[in-house]
T-cell receptor
Framework: DAKTTQPNSMESNEEEPVHLPCNHS???????IHWYRQLPSQGPEYVIH???SNVNNRMASLAIAEDRKSSTLILHRATLRDAAVYYC??????????????FGKGTKLSVKP | DAEITQSPRHKITETGRQVTLACHQT?????MFWYRQDLGHGLRLIHY???????NKGEVSDGYSVSRSNTEDLPLTLESAASSQTSVYFC???????????????FGPGTRLTVL
């Protein structure tokens, strides 16, 4: 299975941008890059996903390296509510069970007021 | 509004008892999943279903079973609860055609199970 590597933890100040990195050097051509986050005492929630091009939605932006071996989740203005564990996950589009979400330990983001 | 619910939210049981955790979604999604999360770990997949009468084993399926008799529900049964099954259990659903995986999964609020 293609795997991802993320820092264990990061800190940010409120209202500042946050860049959460993810390395996935063994990514294959049909693997999508998905990001989920888990707020304290809640189930995970979807954030964003992409294949090759950078993606934007109301929650965040996803910047994907040209060689696709790394990506960065960008929160444009962190709020206290963004304090969570962020998971970077590769999903094989046509992979059957290989398309299931495989959660690593993620990056725990702390946001300081 | 459509949603995914889990019940009970908290349960304490004894070793050897059979336990069933309920998961119900009102989105009419094809796919449903069960995960467990232990302290300090990410979520691990237990079982999943791509539709009615379809069930598949995930990474940590030993000691668990599921059945899918309708679209809305995927109950998780612990046949004989063990202390190692003390965990937080999350149910999820997604609308994708079978094993394709481009859509988001929606997660329930979780069930905290303690096996004494």
């Amino acid at each position: 299975d293609a795997k991802t590597t993320q820092p264990n933890s990061m800190e940010s100040n409120e209202e500042e941008p946050v860049h959460l990195p993810c390395n996935h050097s063994t990514i294959s051509g049909t693997d999508y890059i998905h990001w989920y986050r888990q707020l304290p005492s809640q189930g995970p929630e979807y954030v964003i996903h992409g294949l090759t091009s950078n993606v934007n939605n109301r929650m965040a932006s996803l910047a994907i390296a040209e060689d696709r071996k790394s990506s960065t989740l960008i929160l444009h203005r962190a709020t206290l509510r963004d304090a969570a564990v962020y998971y970077c996950i590769l999903r094989a589009l046509y992979g059957g069970s290989q398309g299931n979400l495989i959660f690593g330990k993620g990056t725990k983001l702390s946001v300081k007021p | 509004d459509a949603e995914i619910t889990q019940s009970p939210r908290h349960k304490i049981t004894e070793t050897g008892r059979q336990v069933t955790l309920a998961c119900h979604q009102t989105w009419n999604h094809n796919n449903m999943f069960w995960y467990r999360q232990d302290l300090g770990h990410g979520l691990r997949l237990i079982h999943y279903s791509y539709g009615v009468q379809d069930t598949n084993k995930g990474e940590v399926s030993d000691g668990y079973s599921v059945s899918r008799s309708n679209t809305e529900d995927l109950p998780l049964t612990l046949e004989s609860a063990a202390s190692s099954q003390t965990s937080v259990y999350f149910c999820a659903s997604s609308q994708e055609p079978g094993p394709m995986s481009y859509n988001e999964q929606f997660f329930g609020p979780g069930t905290r199970l303690t096996v004494l």
